[in-house]
């Protein structure tokens, strides 16, 4: 609900369990007045708190009145240049050369339903389920206006925002920063929590004290990166999975980012989440508009779990669209790991009458089909089949995969070209490279120039044509490599600050396309495993491949951090060879299965080579997958433990929405002698239910599971439980 006070000009936003309140104050400085914990009381502005300190300037309205400075002030979007100190949310470049953007109200708006954003992903919701309220701010000196808008969906506790930068003046105006997002708060100390690591390691939390000054992380790789996850947290320092306030900020796109948080002189904390200003220059001429993507806020007065769950069911109801998004995904072998380039019609069909024989339901072709590509060297761009290692094409190959009862999905990597092949020979300008600089390859490939219309439409047409020929019902989105020596041949140069994020721009408009002209295909995203796992892919790829690191043990930490932010039901996880192909280590197959079940399923090997035993627990798998995937597509997650490497188990649960059922999950750590009895505190349950386990003749109280717990059996070194509870 969106409450606006026109006459004190105070604007609170209630969801169902959060308060956001800002107001514009007598000299039309836009200050940030709460956020937390669900409150009433009106104007809250009381809070905020005036002194003299010294070497914190004073505005002109502020006439002699030493008190006042925007230097101290919580601001809604601060400006910079001004009197402001702290991290600016707005940086203009004006045609006098100053840097200067001062921002003071100038009205406000509710609208029934939620803003959309031109181009750009963004949550969506119908008028019934959320409102939309504009702040127009406005420098008269610039002759720049910005609006702020929010969306709000009260059930979630979500609340979005975007801003739109107006140039209404008749000089063009420079924007060398529009964050998407600023929260400044004044009751800290509060930590500061991100999501950090690298290829094939990615999302691991980190959590630390603010310091005083910024501590920031971000991306200037030209996507969201494996690195750090353009999602972020602050939380008091008590704050745990079930208790203590805390916040969760992501940026629902897909380039570069920064997410920095500033502890200032006074011990006030300023959150601001955006575009990365690094390269960052957009040129508004007179009439323009910029709008910034959107981030999306979700704040919990209990704990991160109930952030997440609240993220989760958010981004399932109101930021994936696909036709898949409700259905039961089919189980998929990849042939990547049980073959990478080394594969031709014949290998290809024993994998795939192995996996059909067993119950697996799609067959991924992933690299390698096409131009002359027997490494990863060439033919990115010359988007035909290889006929020497598929005759007939790919129509042929899906046609007697179809015969198996299969359905065949294709892997492509859109984005990139590679110097040895017949696209690059045609079009060495479609390369984002500056004129006169050597190359900075990475997987030997170079970046299309994607903001480029006709870039976009040559890809368009060669891999539609593809898809034309034959019958495919899911695409691998892929894209292998960091953006460097960013430069589009088709700007000027006082525009080449646009380009990585025209580039993000191209690959959403691109992605729409295949969307509406293959309306039935399922989409998963990819980037060398987790590079671009975030919310503006996942509203146009209902499933991000989370990392191409395998390993069920490295998973659980991986598939751990992603779940703070992403529902487990968009996490591409597969159960791959032992010993694994990235750590070497051997885990056992019901131990991969049970971690590559929370997610999006499937397998990445030859099934062929497995044991009959073996196969049988994969056919046991694919049931169990069929039965739990309503569970774990619609259910509650919780994390009950966090991955450690001391041995302690790994633990987490699937909770029905009516929570009379439950998939408990588990996968013990390394072992060690004289192991402590352990025991693990579910939680979610109800209280009052009794629930039977699988295998366990005995029903147990949910008031038990949850406050005494139930007892772990011995388990030894990566040994793994999958524990159904059901209410009686
Ligand atoms: C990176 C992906 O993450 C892998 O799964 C695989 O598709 C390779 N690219 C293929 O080049």
């Not at 497995?610 to 627990?617: G, I, P, R």
Request: with cysteine; aromatic share 10%; glycine share 10%.
């Amino acid at each position: 609900m969106i409450i606006q006070d026109t006459e004190k000009r105070v604007f609170t936003l209630q969801t169902r369990s959060t308060t956001y309140q800002m107001k514009a104050d007598e000299n039309g400085v836009l200050l940030h007045v709460y956020y937390g914990p669900k409150v009433h009381g009106g104007d809250l502005s009381r809070l905020i708190r005036y002194a003299d300190r010294g070497f914190s300037p004073n505005p002109d309205e502020a006439g002699n009145n030493r008190t006042y400075s925007l230097d101290t002030l919580p601001q809604e979007y601060s400006g910079s240049g001004a009197g402001d100190f702290r991290l600016p949310s707005l940086e203009l470049e004006l045609a006098d050369g100053s840097h200067v953007a001062d921002l003071r109200y100038v009205g406000a708006a509710v609208q029934k339903g939620k803003y959309a954003l031109t181009g750009l992903p963004a949550f969506f919701a119908s008028p019934e389920e959320a409102d939309t309220l504009v702040i127009t701010l406005e420098d008269a000196a610039a002759h720049v206006r910005v609006e702020l808008l929010y969306g709000v969906l009260e059930e979630y506790d979500l609340i979005t925002r975007a801003v739109r930068v107006i140039n209404c003046g008749e000089e063009p105006v420079g924007i060398c920063r529009a964050a998407s997002v600023c929260l400044d708060f004044q009751d800290t100390p509060l930590d500061f929590i991100t999501f950090d690591g690298g290829h094939v390691k990615e999302r691991g939390l980190h959590r630390a004290p603010l310091r005083p000054g910024v501590q920031s992380v971000g991306s200037i790789r030209g996507i969201s990166s494996h690195q750090h996850n353009p999602f972020v947290m602050l939380c008091q320092p008590g704050a745990g999975e079930e208790h203590g306030v805390c916040y969760g900020a992501a940026l629902v796109y897909s380039g570069n980012f920064e997410a920095a948080a500033e502890r200032s002189q006074f011990e006030d904390v300023r959150l601001t989440l955006g575009i990365h200003p690094f390269h960052f220059c957009w040129t508004l001429e007179p009439g323009q508009v910029f709008t910034t993507p959107e981030a999306a806020l979700i704040c919990s007065p209990c704990g991160f779990g109930q952030m997440s769950r609240q993220f989760h069911r958010a981004i399932r109801s109101h930021l994936l669209r696909d036709v898949w998004k409700d259905r039961r995904k089919p189980v998929l072998v990849n042939s990547w790991e049980a073959a990478y380039f080394d594969f031709d019609a014949q290998k290809l069909m024993t994998l795939a009458r192995e996996a059909a024989g067993l119950g697996v339901e799609l067959f991924v072709l992933d690299d390698g089909w096409f131009g002359h590509r027997n490494n990863d060297s060439s033919s990115l761009g010359d988007w035909w089949a290889n006929e020497e290692k598929l005759p007939g094409g790919l129509g042929a190959l899906s046609k007697e995969i179809n015969a198996l009862g299969m359905e065949f999905g294709l892997w492509i990597e859109p984005e990139m070209v590679s110097e040895d092949s017949e696209l690059y020979q045609a079009h060495p300008d479609w390369v984002l490279n500056p004129p006169g600089r050597p190359y900075t390859r990475g997987r030997c490939q170079m970046v299309l120039d994607f903001t480029r219309p006709e870039v976009r439409e040559h890809i368009f047409q060669a891999l539609q044509k593809v898809l034309d020929s034959a019958h495919v019902s899911y695409l691998k989105w892929d894209m292998n490599r960091s953006l460097a020596q960013v430069w589009s041949a088709a700007l000027p140069a006082r525009q080449q600050g646009e380009v990585y994020h025209r580039y993000v721009l191209g690959v959403y408009d691109l992605l729409e396309r295949f969307r509406q002209a293959n309306p039935h295909t399922l989409i998963e995203g990819c980037s060398g495993g987790g590079g671009r796992f975030d919310m503006g892919m996942l509203y146009y790829t209902p499933q991000i491949w989370c990392s191409d690191n395998t390993d069920a043990i490295d998973r659980l930490a991986i598939q751990y951090g992603t779940s703070f932010a992403y529902p487990p039901a968009t996490m591409g996880a597969h159960v791959s060879a032992i010993p694994n192909e990235q750590t070497g280590r051997s885990v056992p197959l019901a131990t991969r299965g049970t971690v590559a079940l929370s997610g999006t399923f499937g397998y990445e090997m030859d099934l062929g080579k497995l044991s009959e035993v073996e196969k049988a627990l994969v056919v046991r798998q694919i049931a169990d997958y069929k039965e739990s995937f309503g569970l774990i597509q619609e259910g509650d997650y919780y994390r009950l433990t966090a991955p450690t490497p001391d041995g302690a188990p790994t633990a987490w649960l699937h909770v029905s929405p009516d929570r009379r059922e439950a998939l408990l999950c588990l996968v013990s750590g390394q072992t060690h002698a004289a192991q402590p009895f352990r025991r693990l505190r579910l939680r979610g349950l109800d209280p009052e239910l009794r629930y039977r386990l699988t295998g366990d003749g005995e029903a147990w109280s949910g008031d038990v599971l949850m406050h005494a717990g139930y007892p772990i059996p011995m388990l030894g070194e990566y040994q793994s439980l999958r524990l159904w509870l059901k209410a009686e």
